[in-house]
T-cell receptor, first 110, second 117 residues
Framework: QKEVEQDPGPLSVPEGAIVSLNCTYSNSAFQYFMWYRQYSRKGPELLMYTYSSGNKEDGRFTAQVDKSSKYISLFIRDSQPSDSATYLCAMKPGNTPLVFGKGTRLSVIA | GAVVSQHPSWVICKSGTSVKIECRSLDFQATTMFWYRQFPKQSLMLMATSNEGSKATYEQGVEKDKFLINHASLTLSTLTVTSAHPEDSSFYIC?????????????FGAGTRLSVL
């Protein structure tokens, strides 16, 4: 079992839809959880950062962490064509490098 | 804030030559920097972790003599691909972790596309 599992998609939604992206993990020591957005041939851009369990909202984006289920989610409301990208979940226990999911390719169709 | 600049964005070189890629944290000090490699439609593969003033720690299977990493200051790390060959062609991305309370967040550069002919 991989440490971080993420459905690679592709996921295609109409403009304005709510998008739900998810990752599961196996290492209960993970404490720091991040979501990155990566456009083609660009570096990952940090979208959301959460420490331990809970929800965090930033504009159209909401990140949720459920440590009891080892499950994290990213919700995108009112999705736009400009949201079309690969979304990577990443996590770590502490002062160690991030462990990444494979990334989910999202297409928002106008 | 938290901008990481990476140069060049694209480099083409002949087989056997060396290529240097720079990674700078522009508005913060980075005690730790990371170098990743990414193949098309795949996730990031960690190559090495470097701490300022120390030797880099390489991941298993990464040749330290081929991928030379220098982290000479709190804002600059370099990756040199020595004697590059076509199989080294890839997308290389650096990442930096700020000192202080945000040390567990990694910010990424825009990446460097290396093509070895």
């Amino acid at each position: 079992q991989k440490e971080v599992e993420q459905d690679p998609g592709p996921l295609s939604v109409p403009e304005g839809a709510i998008v739900s992206l998810n990752c599961t993990y196996s290492n209960s020591a993970f404490q720091y959880f991040m979501w990155y957005r990566q456009y083609s041939r660009k570096g990952p851009e940090l979208l959301m950062y959460t420490y331990s369990s809970g929800n965090k909202e930033d504009g159209r984006f909401t990140a949720q962490v459920d440590k009891s289920s080892k499950y994290i989610s990213l919700f995108i409301r009112d999705s736009q064509p400009s949201d079309s990208a690969t979304y990577l979940c990443a996590m770590k226990p502490g002062n160690t490098p991030l462990v990444f999911g494979k990334g989910t390719r999202l297409s928002v169709i106008a | 804030g938290a901008v990481v600049s990476q140069h060049p964005s694209w480099v083409i070189c002949k087989s056997g030559t060396s290529v240097k890629i720079e990674c700078r944290s522009l508005d913060f000090q980075a005690t730790t920097m990371f170098w990743y490699r990414q193949f098309p439609k795949q996730s990031l593969m960690l190559m090495a972790t470097s701490n300022e003033g120390s030797k880099a720690t390489y991941e298993q299977g990464v040749e330290k003599d081929k991928f030379l990493i220098n982290h000479a200051s709190l804002t600059l790390s370099t990756l040199t691909v020595t004697s590059a060959h076509p199989e080294d062609s890839s997308f290389y991305i650096c990442s930096a972790a700020p000192a202080g309370r945000r040390m567990n967040i990694q910010y990424f550069g825009a990446g460097t596309r290396l093509s070895v002919l």
